[in-house]
């Protein structure tokens, strides 16, 4: 059954290094999400690609966070510098497609568990 | 700004029982809601999905209804076994957008 990848599935990481999430769709998913979920609470929306082209970007906090997926495939979540307060869970999930709504579920892959010392 | 609650927070009931989940939201101008299974230290499994011309869906033992109108929806888990520990979590979709989550009621099955 096809799923949605993600690695590391968990990163130690000192305040102030850089750290990067990587995922991969499911094989034909145009839409793909990155969420941050901190323990205890429900997953936020960080960023949403369609194919290659962000679609909302608006909880992004931009001077410390970048995603890119250049070529609508997969994608990367970085982190430069880090902080305490970034500690947390990264979700990447996937969509068949957006704008369809019948086909708007979302898939979720595994995670990356963050701590930040 | 949508938000969403999920009542109870937590939830320990004996084996066997069967349950309801509440899931409530703010704004009823949604296309689907979805509601996800997680265990400790992972990702999210999609459970169902309901869209939001109808009003329930099925998968073996669970059940989820939604009432759009009044911007509620429930999750009924029959014959509740051990395995079904994890948290549920509830999430609202507005067509393409990305989904806003509640913050989950945690389950607990007693054997």
């Known amino acids: 059954e096809a799923e949605v990848a993600q690695s590391p599935r968990y990163k130690i990481t000192e305040k102030s290094q850089a750290v990067a999430f990587w995922c991969d769709p499911i094989?034909?998913?145009?839409?793909l999400y990155w969420y941050r979920q901190i323990l205890g609470q429900g997953p936020e929306l960080l960023v949403q690609f369609q194919d290659e082209s962000v679609v909302d970007d608006s909880q992004l906090p931009k001077d410390r966070f970048s995603a890119e997926r250049l070529k609508g495939v997969d994608s990367t979540l970085k982190i430069q510098p880090a902080e305490l307060g970034d500690s947390a869970m990264y979700l990447c999930a996937s969509s068949l497609e957006s704008g369809t709504v019948i086909y708007n579920e979302q898939f979720f892959g595994p995670g990356t568990r963050l701590t930040v010392l | 700004k949508q938000e969403v609650t999920q009542i109870p927070a937590a939830l320990s009931v004996p084996e066997g029982e069967n349950l309801v989940l509440n899931c409530s939201f703010t704004d009823s101008a949604i296309y689907n809601l979805q509601w996800f299974r997680q265990d400790p230290g992972k990702g999210l499994t999609s459970l169902l999905l309901i869209q939001s011309s109808q009003r329930e869906q099925t998968s073996g033992r669970l059940n989820a209804s939604l009432d759009k109108s009044s911007g509620r929806s429930t999750l009924y888990i029959a014959a509740s076994q051990p395995g079904d520990s994890a948290t549920y979590l509830c999430?609202?979709?507005?067509?393409?957008?990305?989904?806003?989550f509640g913050k989950g009621t945690h389950l607990i099955i007693q054997p």
């Open positions: 094989s034909g998913h145009a839409t």
């Open positions: 999430a609202v979709g507005g067509g393409a957008d990305g989904l806003t």
